[in-house]
DNA sequence: TCAGCTATGTATAATAA
DNA sequence: TTTATTATACATAGCTG
């Protein structure tokens, strides 16, 4: 966007794009911390990055979900703006949050378990493409709670040899050292099913005391695996 | 920063740091637009503006929303570095998600009362300090729920006459004006034993399906009245 | 206050190492 | 790949109306 005039669109070329997002990114956060200090006010920003998996924060954790708290407060607000009935309006404010709690909690429900695959299945240099497969497999777990069992049947038919499961690397992650290099679903079910723990977590929990998850609506098609690399970079230079 | 070089530091004087707040927000929109744009990724941006009380959105409710759960996500991610016990880091999760979840279930109840009784007593004209009183009164209600019914002997007692009471705009929405000018404490007890509706909000609400708010904290001292301006500034331009 | 307007400082696309 | 180096496009501080 300098030489050439702005081609204000979606940059096909991996490399570049990534070149591209690093710098700009950097640039965005200088300026993010320039707005701040000029004018004293609290600034955050969340990017969704598909190159960094750690976030660093700025200004702080704090002032970040300080900051997002304040925003749903906003979003709340200003809707009221236009209320007209007030009991409509609170009803249907309560169903707004109550919706958001569900949603909240069944995403957690969904962490829970990618983290505790990832972790159990996978050695600390492994992160990228795995925690996609393994988001993938949380997923079908936390949906349909019996899925698990039909996928370790499907996966123990279609790679009986445990030599075989090794060389399979289907999902595959590029460049597995060597103790991991069959990083796959089928290592990821065994370890499943060693695991008692785990499989406790396919349970619903006890929910008395917690949110009704009873009509939870079908997941989303959120980008939890899809184009969707990993997540966020809050980042600060 | 231009024709002087830049001198990142607080900007002093008022207008000065208005006129350099608003450019260099919409600067910086714009970048985050053009992020998003270039490299095909979800971007939210939250900026709290003192000079700005309606929220703008960009790129969207729904991206900023996404976005916001990504943040969460990762900041639970990088914790997770450290972590030793599997389970345990879970449990906490969970803990932390469940408080997180009544925190904002209850923040939401304390702005529904603090809605409608400002609605049902309040003309569009007396924001500033009445919302204040309001939410005092709103908060009192919703922690004692018997606060709410002393409240109202005592103010009967300074004030028995029927008809003041009667000249109490029960549903009152928008602007009524005229009948407004005794806003005070007494009206707005009168208007709460005119409006069976809003005296249902007072009382705990079905919790079966929802959040067990039975050992909800006392209420932080959340800045709904006090030095609050108003919140947030999500911007596009 | 709010918009232009420039002169200038910055950010960054392309390139090279 | 990442890092360093430009040449340019862009953002914006200080003005002005």
New binding site residues.
């Given amino acids: ?6 081609a204000l669109a979606y940059i096909a070329n ?3 794009r ?3 997002f690093k ?2 990114k ?3 956060m ?2 993010v911390s320039e707005l701040s200090t000029l004018c004293g006010i609290e600034v955050g920003a969340i990017v969704y990055s598909p190159y960094q998996a750690e976030p660093e924060v700025w200004p702080s954790m704090l002032g970040a979900r300080r900051a997002i708290a304040r925003f749903k407060n906003m979003s709340e607000m200003d809707q009221s703006k236009r209320m007209v009935n007030q009991q409509e309006f609170i009803r249907q404010r309560i169903v707004k949050a109550e919706e958001q709690l569900k949603k909240q909690l069944r995403e957690n429900r969904e962490r829970e378990i990618v983290q505790v695959m990832y972790r159990a299945l996978v050695g600390e240099g492994l992160q990228g493409l795995t925690i996609v497969d393994l988001n993938d497999l949380g997923w079908m777990l936390d949906n349909t709670g019996k899925e698990i069992e039909e996928r370790i049947k499907k996966l123990k038919k279609s790679a009986p040899s445990s030599e075989q499961a090794a060389s399979a690397e289907p999902q595959a992650d590029k460049a597995a050292p060597e103790n991991h290099a069959a990083l796959n679903d089928f290592v990821a079910v065994e370890a499943v099913e060693n695991q008692p723990w785990y499989m406790d977590l396919l349970k619903p929990r006890n929910e008395g005391d917690a949110v009704n998850l009873d009509r939870i609506d079908p997941m989303p098609s959120y980008p939890y695996g899809n184009p969707t690399p990993s997540w966020s970079d809050f980042y600060f230079p």
């Fill in positions: 966007m300098t030489r050439k005039k702005a991996d490399a570049a990534k070149a591209t710098k700009r950097n640039g965005l200088k300026k």
